[in-house]
């Protein structure tokens, strides 16, 4: 995941890395979904991500925070999109 080694790095917040991992985790929508179940690697990186951003946020400052935070909500709700469609 370079997006997290990004926000946990000095750089903060890359957009384009966001953009990156949240289409990924669209691409896996239909696999998902037909399998009726998360792989437990997958779960794995959706249940540590969000937990590791938020953590991460908080080492910058407050703009880029907030920032970093909104990242990971919109993350965490790609992700809800993914399996609970």
Do not use: W
């Not at 966001?18 to 289409?23: F, G, P, S």
């Not at 691409?27 to 037909?34: D, G, S, V």
């Amino acid at each position: 995941m370079d997006f997290n080694e990004t926000v946990r790095s000095n750089e903060g917040l890359n957009e384009t890395k966001l953009e990156n991992v949240c289409a990924l985790l669209e691409n896996l929508k239909i696999e998902i979904q037909e399998r009726k179940s998360v792989p437990l690697n997958i779960a794995d990186v959706f249940i540590d991500l969000y937990s590791s951003i938020e953590a991460s946020a908080y080492r910058h400052e407050e703009e880029m925070k907030n920032k970093i935070l909104l990242a990971a909500d919109k993350l965490a709700d790609t992700a809800r999109s993914v399996v609970c469609e």
